[in-house]
């Protein structure tokens, strides 16, 4: 059984950097892709990007000039960068593996807790 | 980018009841790359459907996906306690993935 947990901090401060770590177990980081998808207070989900075990990366366009996606194989983790932050980043952050099937088929099968992130100074 | 609209915003029922979801994409969507999930509060989403009409892993046959195009639909026959909850569809034909807004499904 796969499973992802999100660890990084929980407050930061507006115009700092959010990072974020995905841990995962029970499954092989390389294969498959590995993503981040937020969720700010009350609203629906955002999907912020992917990642490849090779490090090839896709990104949502509204968060691309702030967002780096990065894996480390020898760790089965993968991690989140958001830059310059504000209040509406705030929101709890997801990591899921994004999952393809042989008809083609992509979704997210298996998530993380999620975490809770809150831009305030 | 794809936008996704769901309707209703919240649905009202009662157990034992039939839900009917609806999905409906700004342009049309593969049947392959739309999915279905349900959130609890305080939960991650959960996979139910995949491919518009195939069941994930361990979800029940009362659960059940429709569609193409630009219209889809989850169908929930014989409602639970455990089904009120919010429903999401997403598309993977076009970057960016998108999600609907989703809707709240309620005990009337």
């Known amino acids: 059984q796969v499973q992802l947990r999100e660890s990084g901090p929980g407050l930061v401060k507006p115009s700092e950097t959010l990072s974020l770590t995905c841990t995962v177990s029970?499954?092989?980081?390389?294969?498959?892709?590995w993503s981040w998808i937020r969720q700010s207070p009350g609203k629906g989900l955002e999907w912020i990007g992917y990642v490849y075990k090779s490090g090839s990366t896709n990104y949502n366009p509204s968060l691309q000039s702030r967002v780096i996606i990065s894996v480390d194989t020898s760790k089965n983790q993968f991690s989140l960068t958001l830059s310059s932050v504000t209040a509406a980043d705030t929101a709890v952050y997801y990591c899921?593996?994004?999952?393809?099937?042989?008809?083609?088929?992509?979704?997210?099968?298996?998530w993380g807790r999620g975490t809770l992130v809150t831009v305030s100074s | 980018e794809i936008v996704l609209t769901q309707s209703p915003g919240t649905l009202s029922l009662s157990p034992g009841g039939r839900a009917t979801l609806s999905c409906r994409a700004s342009q049309s969507v593969s049947s392959t790359y739309l999915a279905w999930y349900q959130q609890k509060p305080g939960q991650a989403p959960r996979l139910l459907i995949y491919?518009?009409?195939n069941r994930a892993t361990g979800i029940p046959d009362r659960f059940s996906g429709s569609g193409s195009g630009t219209d889809f639909t989850l169908t929930i026959s014989r409602l639970e306690p455990e089904d009120f909850a919010v429903y999401y569809c997403q598309q993977f034909h076009t970057s960016p993935v998108t999600f609907g807004q989703g809707t709240k499904l309620e005990i009337k």
């Open positions: 491919g518009a009409s």
């Open positions: 029970g499954g092989s980081i390389n294969s498959y892709y």
């Open positions: 899921g593996r994004l999952y393809y099937d042989s008809s083609d088929s992509h979704y997210f099968d298996y």
